[in-house]
Nanobody, 124 residues
Framework: QVQLVESGGGLVQAGGSLRLSCAAS????????MGWFRQAPGKEREFVAA????????TYADSLKGRFTISRDNAKNTVYLQMNSLKPEDTAVYYC?????????????????WGQGTQVTVSS
């Protein structure tokens, strides 16, 4: 069992930055691939980024490459999402997810565990 708790969301102006954190419980964090997804109002949840259990391999949504960076610290059981040059269209609830040994990508339906989400609002 893995519990995920996101933090770091908030209100930021366009062009600003935020760093989201997702703290995981349990002693097997390093066995899980981790990912970030987001859901904007009235839209379906979508993939943002994912990172392999080792942290050596990452995948990003094409539209977000170059602005978002996913990383993890297995010693702290935490995965991060650094978001730069934020745009109003990045406004969404951001969710952390975990998938047991899934390489550097997994889909929404494949996720084993979810966090409760953290709101990110980007003002224009």
């Amino acid at each position: 069992q893995v519990q995920l708790v996101e933090s770091g969301g908030g209100l930021v102006q366009a062009g600003g930055s935020l760093r989201l954190s997702c703290a995981a419980s349990g002693r097997t964090f390093s066995s899980y691939s981790m990912g970030w997804f987001r859901q904007a109002p009235g839209k379906e949840r979508e993939f943002v980024a994912a990172i392999s259990w080792s942290g050596r391999s990452t995948t990003y949504a094409d539209s977000l490459k170059g602005r978002f960076t996913i990383s993890r610290d297995n010693a702290k059981n935490t995965v991060y999402l650094q978001m730069n040059s934020l745009k109003p269209e990045d406004t969404a609830v951001y969710y952390c997810a975990a998938k047991y040994y899934s390489g550097n990508y997994f889909s929404i339906d494949e996720s084993d565990y979810w966090g409760q989400g953290t709101q990110v609002t980007v003002s224009s």
